[in-house]
């Protein structure tokens, strides 16, 4: 084996994790209460979910027909690459770095230290200098293990995901078996025809938001055994169980909180809300606990992830190539796993996180509407790839995630200008670097 090469030593259920692990992220307790704010009907509710969760489901679909032929470290950056040439997937890899993981993993260590705290009060600090350093600590704490190898990145992966699914599992069943919630929620609100299709629309951001993380496997095919067979079945029953959990979690939140009881002011306490009003205000502390240990499970697939494209970019000589290197025992990317965590540590203490969700929603939108359309361009380009997985329901599978994820993106610039435009920009910012690092790269 190739002194700088990746090793495959991760199986089904490590790839599995990952996506779960992805994908249950700060999405599912912040989009619940505010999708009840706004549009104040459980149904609308229950068919975001549900319409979502298709679409994840037929993105992991196309992503399972092209991490199977194109296994290699990367994911998308590799699709790019081979449909459009470098700069787009030059562009990818540069938006992820920013955009698709430090920023999420500083989101999401900012959480998991805000539940941790706030039992104990220390979340109070209006500055939040105490949950960012709590963050910190966490990043790096989750970091350590993953910079000795694939053995440790297994355990602190698969361990921490087993206790966030059954966390929620145990809410979700304990909830309607011994909690205080109340049929009657579910037909509380206005009605579906006062909805409007704006506000549907702009609430689908934020559904797809918590869904994200689909394609998760795929950033690491490079590492993964048996990569034809694998890949495709832990990108498929990864979302299939997510997809089960939200539609259970969202029954679970409107069976516990009336929506009257829901505003924007706490909206992003709708979980706390419902443990409480199903069992109590020490259930409610000991689940803040709990949830703030689960966070460490996306901690720790992102710091899988994302650098996993770094190093093929930097193979390509389209990152410092520093990136490029393994550890000769680990066998793993440390020094691009090291600037990402470093990244996200920085992010923490620059940034108000007031509109994160919607800057990267539309970053991450963009870009999945070019991988997704990878699949059609490489069926022209290259027919007689191989292809161990061929996407069921071609063409039609990939046309639907394309126009819903399309009307989602224009309708974003028109209902949120300023982190559209923002977030455009910082993908353009792209292309000036890459044409004077390839300038570089040349002299």
Not at 298 to 313: D, E, K, L, Q
Not at 380 to 402: H, Q, S
């Amino acid at each position: 084996m190739a002194k700088e090469e990746l090793q495959r030593g991760f199986g089904l259920s490590t790839s599995t994790y990952v996506v779960i692990a992805s994908m249950i992220g700060t999405g599912i307790l912040v989009s619940p209460g505010y999708m009840m704010a706004s549009l104040r009907n459980y149904p609308v509710i229950f068919g975001l979910w549900a319409l979502g969760g298709l679409l994840a489901f037929c993105g992991a679909l196309c992503v399972a027909e092209l991490a199977a032929a194109l296994p290699r470290a990367g994911g998308e950056y590799v699709y790019l690459r081979e449909a459009y040439g470098p700069m787009p997937a030059f562009l990818s890899g540069w938006t992820s770095f920013f955009v698709g993981f430090s920023a999420p993993l500083a989101v999401t260590g900012y959480v998991a230290a805000s539940y941790l705290l706030t039992p104990f009060q220390l979340a109070e600090d209006e500055t939040g200098q105490m949950v960012k350093i709590a963050a910190a600590i966490i990043i790096v704490a989750v970091t350590l293990p993953n910079l000795l190898g694939h053995r440790q990145s297994a355990w602190t992966q698969n361990l921490t995901t087993i206790l966030k699914l059954g966390l929620f599992v145990v809410l979700v069943v304990a909830a309607f078996l011994f909690g205080d919630g109340r049929l009657a929620h579910f037909s509380q609100g206005q009605p579906v025809g006062k909805v409007g299709l704006g506000t549907a629309a702009t609430q689908l951001f934020y559904v797809m938001f918590a869904y994200s993380g689909w394609n998760a496997a795929s950033y690491m095919a490079g590492e993964v055994k048996n990569p034809a067979k694998t890949l495709p079945r832990s990108l498929l029953l990864g979302t299939g169980l997510v997809i089960v959990l939200y539609l259970a979690l969202t029954l679970t939140f409107a069976y516990a909180v009336p929506l009257a009881g829901v505003g924007f002011d706490n909206a992003e306490q709708v979980p706390q809300i419902a443990v409480r009003n199903l069992f109590g205000a020490k259930a409610s502390s000991v689940f803040n606990v709990v949830l703030g240990l689960t966070f460490l499970s996306t901690v720790s697939a992102f710091i899988i992830t994302g650098p996993r494209i770094y190093y093929a970019m930097a193979k390509d000589g389209l990152f410092p190539s520093l990136a490029g290197h393994v550890s000769p025992k680990g066998r793993v990317p440390i020094y691009a796993m090291i600037s990402q965590s470093a990244c996200a540590i920085i992010i923490l203490f620059v940034t108000d996180f007031q509109n994160l969700y919607q800057y990267t929603s539309v970053g991450l939108s963009v870009f999945a509407l070019l991988f997704i359309g990878a699949v059609y361009v490489l069926r022209w380009r290259r027919p007689d790839m191989e292809r161990p997985f061929r996407l069921p329901g071609y063409p039609v599978v990939p046309a639907i995630f394309l126009v819903v994820i399309l009307f989602m993106t224009v309708f974003a610039f028109k209902q949120w200008p300023k982190p559209s435009a923002y977030s455009l920009g910082s993908i353009l910012a792209g292309i000036p670097v890459y044409y004077v690092w390839s300038f570089v790269r040349r002299r």
